[in-house]
Structures are given as C-alpha cells and as structure tokens.
C-alpha cells in the first residue's frame, strides 16, 4: 500500500526566502507525481505534474523534482510571496489501478 | 477555463437523512475520482470511475455510501443514511488517461456537516 509522507507539516517564512516542501512515497513504482496548491476552504489547484521518466518540472518561480529511486520528491519555491500561503499536497499514483495517493500537505505561511 | 463543478457547496443535514453530492467533470475526460478530505485523515480516496465504469471504491463504506456515474457529464455520491462522522468536505477531481497522463483537475468540493 502506498504511503506519502510531507515534511513539514506546517512552515513559516519571512517573505523573500527560498523554500523546499518534501514529499517522500514508499513504493517506488509510480506512473506520476503531482504537487497541488490548496486555499483555506477551497478546491485543489494543480501546480506540477512530474511523471515517472522525468527528473524536474518548472513553472515560474516554483521547480519540482522527483527521485524515484529514493522515493522522494522536492518543491523549491524561490523569491517567496505571502501569496505563496497555502497547504501543498503531494499526490503519488500508483499501483493496479493507478490509484493516487495524497499526503497530509505542509501548511507555509509566508510573513510580509 | 474548464472547471470541474461540484454542487452543492455547503450542505447542513440531519443524522439519518440522504444526502446526494454532484459532480460534473470536464468534457473530454474520462477519468472521475472522489475524494473526502478531513482535518485528521487529510485526503481519502472514496470511488474511482475510468470511462463511467467504477473500478475502485474500496474506501467507501458500502452499508451507508453509494457512488454513480449515469453518463458522461454527471456523477454522485450519496450517503444513506447520515452519520455526523460523515462531516467533511467532499472533492470530485476529473481527468483524461490516454496513453500517457495528463493530470487532475479538482472542484471546489462540497462541505457536509451532518448534525
């Protein structure tokens, strides 16, 4: 069964700094990987989709990479804005049925 | 752009009545999650539907939950009878498997609170 862990659970920044979120998975066997971004109260937004032949994905200011092998996953967030503040779930599919699995997320909060 | 649309957005009822939840994904895809989020467990994956059919809802609880696709543009999920650990927000997500994937795309869920 899959498990996805993220560390931190929860972050706070000045704005300005650089940032990593981790995401690390227990079955290494996946198709894809996607970081989402979730306001208080609302859906999920779709940030990145890494699948599993590929290293890193960028969009704008944010890189995500992915170790397959290690099972491990990384959000680089640079030049942070409190608009950055927000919960960002890591999502694994995986498995038969390519179900995908979320992690709990990293609650960031960037101070002005 | 297109959005995946969820009704409704709030939904307050009482222990033991039904409630219905709608989804309506994105034209095109083929792919229909569930999902039930609370602060505890975080994101769980309740039904999975692949081109209406359902191929995995091993996280619903069956007695009381019930998930349908009856075409392409609707699903539900409902939840005979209500219990007030059911409070939640519930996501629908859409998505298109061919080939290759191509990622989800989430509504702005229905939040239950059965009281």
């Known amino acids: 069964k899959q498990e996805v862990t993220q560390i931190p659970a929860a972050l706070s920044v000045p704005e300005g700094e650089n940032l990593v979120l981790n995401c690390s998975f227990t079955?290494?066997?996946?198709?894809?990987l996607q970081w989402f971004r979730q306001d208080p109260g609302k859906g999920l937004t779709s940030l990145l989709l890494?699948?599993?032949?590929?290293r890193e994905q960028t969009s704008g200011r944010l890189n995500a990479s992915l170790d397959k092998s290690s099972g491990r996953s990384t959000l680089y967030i640079a030049a942070s804005q409190p608009g950055d503040s927000a919960t960002y779930l890591c999502?694994?599919?995986?498995?038969?049925?390519?179900?995908?699995?979320f992690g709990i997320g990293t609650k960031l909060q960037v101070i002005p | 752009d297109a959005r995946v649309t969820q009704t409704p957005r709030h939904k307050v009822t009482e222990m033991g009545q039904e409630v219905t939840m709608r989804c309506q994904p994105i034209?095109?895809?083929?792919?229909v999650f569930w999902y039930r989020q609370t602060m505890m467990q975080g994101l769980e994956l309740l039904a999975y539907?692949?081109?209406?059919?359902?191929?995995?809802d091993s996280g619903m609880p069956k007695d009381r939950f019930s998930a349908e696709m009856p075409d392409a543009t609707l699903a539900t999920l409902k939840i005979q009878p209500s219990e007030p650990r059911d409070s939640a927000v519930y996501f629908c997500?859409?998505?298109?498997?061919?080939?290759?994937?191509?990622?989800?795309?989430f509504g702005s869920g229905t939040r239950l609170t059965v009281v």
């Open positions: 079955d290494s066997a996946i198709y894809n």
């Open positions: 997500a859409s998505g298109l498997v061919a080939g290759g994937y191509y990622g989800y795309t």
């Open positions: 999502a694994v599919r995986s498995g038969g049925y390519q179900k995908v699995t």
């Open positions: 539907f692949r081109n209406r059919a359902p191929l995995d």
């Open positions: 890494i699948q599993s032949s590929q």
């Open positions: 034209l095109g895809h083929n792919t």
